[in-house]
């Protein structure tokens, strides 16, 4: 599903971030210590009246190299017009209309995209008079906030999600496999969308009447039907998408969201790095089926153990994600490129695999027989059945009489036996434990 985007654009400390915390609230919290998740987000999820939509705070986008704040609020307000769906422009009613204000409301302007103005700071009924100078902004009727007491922000949102196009339902059929390719700058990802759109026996669709470049890229490949996601994202070129992590990082977790297959790339020239961790951590939280795709190949120097040192590696260096195979090539040289959409396709299945319930709970009474749950306290954990309840990622629901004392790594081992059973190659799964005595 593709959330409708609204992005927060204004100069420095009228209270962007403020907003935007309010507004994706205790989301926060959840995620915090997994890994890929950084505590200054830039980018999430929000809902109001029933309607789900992400937010932007362009604030927390720093433009590297930029010192000129003016020019980084301009950097910041264009990619907001290029991202979003609704534009909330704020301004400060402590400090009143500035300068800064006039020259934001200039590009937005052009932008063509709904803008409601929003008047932050405004604290007191006095204050609540401060809010008309900026009617010569010419966005409309501002609405007066404030992010210290919380006042104004339903009326905002209100707004907001009247501004807001219909949510798209996904717009591809339920047999089509929607691939992200995800990957720090340079290791490849647009020579790779080229390489396998120029493959042999590919089929790239026509799309009939979009003017703008497409953003997705359909095609098909042995009668399996594919999207590339955000292939525009990936193509696109210049300063900002370059050089700009953490909105780079953004326009990756939106591609990992609505793909159902992440290929995580790694340089098979420099190795694995830090940042390779953070971007793989995104496809393991969303659930997704991933591998990784170690490109470059053709410039490694090998023997017949370098690919076996390489996947060592990359099972040390990602524990969390021992599940994704691993797949090496060469974009350019186009050298090992035709096992790769086996392997989507391969995974793309064990994620949508569905266990009927007798067999998973063969699978779960056998490993408790081999391996009985310790006794916690003097108690011991019953298991009575497990079913599975979801699929995208595959999701259990083991019944016990007492969850507390599932512990995780019984948990793990239970995972184990089932992944044994069942493979589930290049899937996260994903347990949870009930009361049922
Ligand atoms: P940003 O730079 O636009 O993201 O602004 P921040 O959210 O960092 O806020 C800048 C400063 O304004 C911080 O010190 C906030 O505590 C303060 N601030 C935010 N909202 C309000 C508000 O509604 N009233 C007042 N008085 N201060 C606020
Ligand atoms: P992106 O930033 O991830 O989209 O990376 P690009 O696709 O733009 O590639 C970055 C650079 O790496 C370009 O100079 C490519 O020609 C080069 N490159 C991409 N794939 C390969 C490969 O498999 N082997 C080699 N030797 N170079 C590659």
Sequence with gaps: MARPVVAIVGRPNVGKSTIFNR?????????????????DRIYGNAEWNGK???????????????????????IQAEL??????????????????TQSDEEVAQILFRSGKPVLLAINKVDNMKRAEDIYEFYSLGFGDPIGISGSHGTGIGDLLDEVVDA????????????????????????????????????ERVIVSDIAGTTRDAIDTPFEKDGQRYVL??????????????????????????????????????NGEEG?????????GYAYEAGKAS???????????????TMQHFQNKIRDHFLFMTYAPVVFLSALTKQRLQKLLPVVKHVAEQHSLRIQTHLLNDVVSDAVAINPPPTDKGKRLRINYATQVAVKPPTMVVFVNDP?????????YLENKIRAAFNFEGTPIRIFTRRKS
């Design 404 to 412: 507390e004392l599932m512990h995780f790594s019984y948990e793990r």
């Design 272 to 280: 694995i790095i830090e940042q390779d961790k953070h971007i793989a």
């Design 229 to 266: 996601i955000d292939t525009a994202g990936m193509r696109k070129r210049g300063k900002v998408y370059e050089t700009t992590e953490k909105y780079s990082v953004m326009r990756a977790m939106r591609a990992i969201e609505r793909a159902d297959v992440v290929l995580v790339l790694i």
């Design 164 to 199: 807001l196009p219909e949510l798209t339902e996904e717009e591809y059929d339920e047999d089509v496999i929607k691939v992200a390719l995800i990957g720090r700058p340079n290791v490849g990802k647009s020579s790779l969308v080229n390489a396998i759109l120029g493959e």
């Design 52 to 74: 789900q939509f992400s937010v932007i705070d362009t604030g927390g986008i720093e433009i590297d190299g930029e010192d000129m704040i003016l020019k980084s609020i301009r």
């Design 23 to 39: 507004l994706i609230g205790d989301r926060l919290a959840i995620v915090e210590d997994k890994p890929g998740v950084t505590r």
């Design 80 to 97: 907001a017009i290029e991202e979003a769906d609704v534009i909330v422009f704020m301004c400060d009613a402590k400090a009143g209309l």
């Design 291 to 305: 591998l990784f795709v170690v490109n470059k190949w053709d410039v490694v120097e090998k023997d017949d153990k």
